[in-house]
């Protein structure tokens, strides 16, 4: 069956650095684009990062909040989604979950969580000040 599966969360320092991986299967992982949420504490969930394929070139996107902070990356090849998460804040303590766009091939880059109808289990980040 379709699933995904995240890993690499954990407690770290602010200005310090984390790579959360989320593991497919069940799928062609190529021909889908996905994303990462969190949700903080009291928060609703939000969009992160998304990465669009087409062809051989991904599209990453970014929330404002994590521009230049955060990178996206789709390993094809070992069908692994990371999110590398550089100078860490307080403010990025959430819980974060990958998530499969529900529809194939290139699509425009979207946090809306209707497109997405694939998700982990979700893994948890903290940043202590």
């Known amino acids: 069956q379709v699933q995904l599966v995240e890993s690499g969360g954990g407690s770290v320092q602010a200005g310090g650095s984390l790579r959360l991986s989320c593991a497919a299967s069940?799928?062609?992982?190529?021909?889908?684009?996905m994303g990462w949420f969190r949700q903080g504490p009291g928060k609703g969930r939000e969009g992160v990062a998304s990465?669009?394929?087409?062809?051989?070139?991904?599209?990453?996107n970014y929330a404002d909040s994590v521009k230049g902070r955060f990178t996206i990356s789709k390993d094809n090849t070992k069908n692994i989604l990371y999110l590398q998460m550089n100078s860490l804040k307080p403010e990025d303590t959430a819980m974060y979950y990958c998530?499969?766009?529900?529809?194939?091939?290139?699509?425009?880059?979207?946090?809306?969580?209707?497109?997405?109808?694939?998700w982990g289990q979700g893994t948890q980040v903290t940043v202590s000040s």
């Open positions: 998530a499969r766009l529900r529809s194939i091939g290139y699509r425009p880059a979207t946090f809306r969580e209707s497109e997405y109808n694939v």
């Open positions: 069940g799928y062609t992982f190529s021909n889908y684009g």
């Open positions: 990465v669009v394929t087409n062809g051989p070139t991904n599209y990453p």
